[in-house]
């Protein structure tokens, strides 16, 4: 069982930055890829950022390359997406999750632990 925990979510106008953090116990957090995930309402769950469990890889979706920038310290179990030059578009409430398997995935169901998720808004 590995529990998650997000927070670092707000409310910053277009163009600002926010830095979402994800703390992690449980059993070994190395062991794990971590994903950040997105759901704006009425739209699907996506993963936005992710990284492999030795962070030697990132993935980002297109919508966020650039801006986003997700780092992990395995030592402290912990997980951060940086995000900068916001745009109201990125307006969702944001996920951690982990996932017990190889290399990168963008589906849902590859991630075995999911936190509530916090809050970010962008207003224009």
């Known amino acids: 069982q590995v529990r998650v925990v997000e927070s670092g979510g707000g409310l910053v106008q277009a163009g600002g930055s926010l830095r979402l953090s994800c703390a992690a116990s449980?059993?070994?957090?190395?062991?794990?890829?971590m994903g950040w995930f997105r759901q704006a309402p009425g739209k699907a769950r996506v993963l936005v950022a992710g990284?492999?469990?030795?962070?030697?890889?990132?993935y980002y979706a297109d919508s966020v390359k650039g801006r986003f920038t997700i780092s992990r310290d395995n030592a402290k179990n912990l997980v951060d997406l940086q995000m900068n030059s916001l745009k109201p578009e990125d307006t969702a409430v944001y996920y951690c999750?982990?996932?017990?398997?190889?290399?990168?995935?963008?589906?849902?169901?590859?991630?075995?632990?999911w936190g509530q998720g916090t809050q970010v808004t962008v207003s224009s």
């Open positions: 999750a982990a996932g017990a398997y190889r290399g990168l995935s963008t589906a849902l169901g590859s991630y075995d632990y």
């Open positions: 449980g059993r070994t957090f190395s062991n794990y890829a």
């Open positions: 990284i492999t469990s030795s962070g030697a890889n990132t």
